[in-house]
């Protein structure tokens, strides 16, 4: 069917794509040594093998870096150490939880932040009596 | 070079590569032929350069190649877009080719040279389809059937339908385009630029 809406250098090519696909191996050769042709194809789709290997290494490599980024953001406490440990603070005078006796200042920044994040937990739970330590 | 299904699906990566190692030299030959017509004009690419990209985009997954769709047709279709958007780059960035470096324009009195990005008038800027036709055309005008089959072509015309359109039998519509496919095989697209 002809299809007039199509540029005209479009329909050229798809023309010239059909007769190549119509003309014999000999015809399209026209004298080339058709086993020195193929090993120029074969050598561009090895060249072509390793470079896509090389894209996908670093398209991979891009979003590893991506995740961790997400990850370590999703990581981060999202209210600064100061509050964390004034919340612990609070928490530990406060009867409804029941802490370990331990001093604050004797905790790493992570156990304090892994503390917050239960007693959080429990309260938005609407528990009370749970042992956050 | 005949795996047609009809399938919707697509080859996976590993299937395109073992399909591509089928290719015969006159595959090869007829996918070079495509990229050649393709980088007429197109500044920096040779059919080597686009040929080898079509295939690195299909191996690394960035291009589906579709299930049933001849070989031919598929990566005719991935370095018209290849080349396509390079023409595109090639006109909007002003590191190129045809960027037009003036060392006369001086800032503030300085003797900085400008780079102005502006491209100029030259036969590989601006390269429309019309005007890729217009190269090809340009290339056979010495031989009248040829520009006849290739307005043939160009007006969707193939095969059977254009050989009676032209009002030629088989045998003179067989060598014209053996003709023409000489033509390609001799093009020189660096050359032609100039």
């Known amino acids: 069917m002809i299809d007039k809406l199509k540029p005209p250098f479009d329909n050229f090519m798809d023309a010239v794509v059909d007769e190549l696909i119509a003309m014999t191996d000999e015809e399209v050769l026209d004298g080339a040594d058709s086993e020195a042709e193929k090993a120029a194809g074969l050598e561009l789709l090895a060249a072509a093998k390793m470079r896509a290997g090389q894209r996908r290494l670093a398209a991979a490599k891009v979003g590893a870096a991506s995740f961790k980024k997400q990850y370590d953001a999703a990581d981060q406490p999202e209210v600064s150490m100061d509050e964390v440990r004034r919340y612990i603070t609070q928490a530990s005078n406060d009867s409804r939880y029941t802490l370990a006796a331990r001093s604050l200042s004797q905790i790493s920044d992570e156990e304090a932040l892994r503390i917050y994040r239960q007693l959080k937990a429990v309260e938005s739970d609407g528990g009370v009596s749970g042992d956050a330590e | ?194």
């Open chain 2, 1 to 194: 070079m005949s795996v047609t299904t009809g399938s919707k699906a697509d080859l996976t990566v590993q299937e395109i590569a073992a399909l591509l190692g089928t290719f015969s030299g006159a595959d090869w030959a007829r996918a070079k032929r495509i990229a050649t017509l393709y980088c007429q004009g197109l500044d920096g690419w040779m059919p080597d350069d686009l040929l080898q990209e079509a295939l690195t985009k299909f191996l690394a997954g960035d291009r589906r190649w579709p299930l049933g769709e001849h070989p031919l047709v598929v990566l005719k279709t991935a370095m018209h877009s290849i080349a396509s958007n390079a023409r595109k780059r090639n006109r909007i960035s002003p590191i190129d080719g045809s960027v037009v470096l003036d060392p006369s324009a001086e800032s503030d009195g300085g003797m900085a040279a400008v780079v102005d990005s502006r491209t100029t008038i030259t036969p590989e800027d601006q390269v429309s389809g019309r005007q890729q036709l217009a190269a090809v055309y340009e290339a056979i005008a010495s031989d009248e059937d040829l520009e006849l089959l290739a307005m043939a072509w160009a007006d969707d015309l193939r095969g059977n339908e254009a050989e009676r359109e032209l009002g030629w039998n088989k045998q003179k519509y067989d060598a014209a385009r053996n003709r023409l496919n000489r033509r390609l095989k001799a093009w020189d697209p660096e050359r032609r630029a100039k």
